[in-house]
């Protein structure tokens, strides 16, 4: 593996923040958890860079040096899994993912306060940084989607195919998330590469944000289109609850609320309630 080293400012950058940490980040360096061995490599290093006081790395925390170190670590890694992909020039791409760090932690403080603000069981900010699958998916897919951007869209999508094993949550590096984003449960989410998502946006379980149809590549058999708009487009504001599918080239507005099961193939527009109105009745029958 051909080593990484790493010429920016981001090391300074990423120490700053983490002295200007207050409560109710966690700050406190001598907290110790155990060793989650099943974590691939260099998420766990992000992981340690943008919330080390959660991820048994004080030493970040103590010492700019130790960052700038761990950031040569995680470049060399993510150089390796660009480098099969392409002939560019992969120590370019991966010294702007890094220069993007100091940056993707801000949105994700943010991201960690709507999870706390949006869910009723949520007891602390470490709890949700290191316990909910929506903010670990929502990390990973924030970091990919700088490498999508950059240009090493495959090893992004690599990113988050691994945050979909262990979330169960599936968000395309190329789907593009505003901040103060919070997936509550998340088993089953999945947001389309062309799907644009606003700010103070809150989906439950099992929802989509899919393609309605696909178009076939003119002039070649059993080949769909690639490259085009088939995604939602969702505003500000917007809750969509659980089993919802949003689906196709369509807008969503602002101040919107989907209920639970909808089914949306169609603009929405900004203000609305959307709801199932006649649900399926049940009955039940008592048997010896």
């Known amino acids: 593996m051909v080593n990484y080293r790493y010429a920016g400012d981001a090391h300074e950058r990423l120490f700053a ?13 001598t907290a110790c958890f155990p060793d989650r061995e099943h974590r691939r490599e260099e998420v766990a290093l992000l992981q340690e860079l943008l919330f080390p006081t959660c991820w048994n790395a004080p030493e970040l925390v103590r010492d700019e040096l130790a960052v700038l170190d761990q950031l040569d670590d995680l470049g060399t890694l993510v150089k390796a899994g660009i480098c099969p992909y392409t002939d560019g020039r992969p120590d370019e ?6 220069d993007s760090l100091p940056r993707i932690r801000d949105v994700l403080k943010r991201d960690v306060e709507a999870a706390y603000k949006g869910d009723p069981a949520a007891k602390t900010y470490m709890e ?4 909910y699958p929506g903010f670990l998916a929502i990390s990973v897919q924030r970091v990919a989607h700088v490498l999508y951007d950059i240009g090493a869209p495959e090893y992004a999508r690599e990113l988050t195919e691994y945050a979909k094993t262990q979330t169960g949550i599936d968000i395309h590096p190329g789907a593009e998330i505003g901040e103060y984003f919070f997936v509550d449960h998340g088993t089953g989410v999945v947001i389309g590469e062309t799907a ?3 700010e103070w946006v809150r989906l439950y379980q099992d929802v989509t944000l899919g393609a309605l149809h ?15 708009k088939r995604h939602p487009d969702i505003g500000d504001h ?7 599918k949003v689906l196709g080239d369509i ?17 929405v527009p900004d203000r609305t309630k959307v709801y199932i109105k006649d649900h ?9």
């Open 93 to 98: 791409t991966v010294s702007a993912l890094i």
């Open 196 to 198: 644009t998502v606003g």
């Open 238 to 244: 917007v809750v969509i609850g659980a089993g919802t």
């Open 17 to 29: 923040s983490y002295q200007d940490d207050s409560d109710p980040f966690p700050t406190n360096v």
């Open 251 to 267: 807008t969503v507005g602002d101040h919107v609320s989907i209920g639970a099961n909808s089914w949306i193939t169609e603009d």
């Open 214 to 228: 696909f178009e076939e590549e003119e002039g070649q058999e059993h080949a769909l289109k690639k490259g085009y």
């Open 280 to 288: 399926p009745t049940q009955e039940r029958k008592r048997y010896d």
């Open 128 to 131: 949700i940084i290191r316990s």
